[in-house]
């Protein structure tokens, strides 16, 4: 059974620090990997897909990597603002129907 | 852009309730899905549905039922809300390009907030 895991589960960082969130997974047999998201009592916001075929995706501040032999994505953030403070959640389309998530990493930006 | 509606924020009910939850996507995905999530438990899927009139079963299905009778809407109903099933509700469909395919993106509505008194 695919287990998706974040770490740390709480991040507090001060304004202006480029930063990093781990997230890992048990089976390397997966489509893609979806970084989200989430403020609080909100839904959630897709920010990154990775197709198994990539190593890396780019947005904005924002640049996702996968290594699928390591069962690892790491989702770097540059130039942090308080405005980027939220839970960012990744999850896993493996070979299945349904994504599988992690629990979250709880960032806050301090001013 | 995708976009993603669920029929109320927030709802309140009384144990014993029969309460509906509706979900509606604007750009003709396949595949719907229901989860709740709850501190320290993640997000659990509750039930997906892989086309009009299908159905399947995730996680944690038990006192809940779904129905899509048209493309664009995903209903959840709680036959009789228990306390229990507080929560925050959240609905996602995905665009796809096949059952299986890395480009399969899940989008997210904004979630409804579910207590049940």
């Known amino acids: 059974k695919q287990e998706v895991t974040q770490i740390p589960a709480a991040l507090s960082v001060p304004e202006g620090e480029n930063l990093v969130l781990n997230c890992s997974f048990t089976?390397?047999?997966?489509?893609?990997l979806q970084w989200f998201r989430q403020d609080p009592g909100k839904g959630l916001t897709s920010l990154l897909l990775i197709q198994s075929s990539q190593r890396e995706q780019t947005s904005g501040r924002l640049n996702a990597s996968l290594d699928k032999s390591s069962g690892r994505s790491t989702l770097y953030i540059a130039a942090s603002q308080p405005g980027d403070s939220a839970t960012y959640l990744c999850?896993?389309?493996?070979?299945?129907?349904?994504?599988?998530f992690g629990e979250g990493t709880q960032l806050t930006v301090n001013p | 852009d995708v976009k993603v509606t669920q029929s109320s924020r927030y709802l309140v009910k009384r144990t014993g309730e029969k309460v509906f939850l509706e979900c509606v996507q604007d750009m003709d995905h396949e595949n719907m899905f229901w989860y709740r999530q709850d501190p320290g438990l993640g997000l659990r899927l509750i039930y997906f549905s892989y086309d009009v009139k299908m159905k399947e079963k995730g996680d944690i299905p038990e006192g809940y039922s779904v129905s899509r009778e048209k493309k664009e809407r995903f209903s959840l109903i709680l036959e009789s809300a228990s306390t229990n099933q507080t929560s925050m509700y959240l609905c996602a469909s995905i665009r796809t390009s096949g059952y299986q395919s890395s480009y399969n993106e899940q989008f997210f509505g904004p979630g409804t907030r579910l207590t049940v008194l």
């Open positions: 089976d390397s047999a997966i489509y893609n």
């Open positions: 999850a896993v389309y493996p070979s299945g129907s349904r994504l599988t």
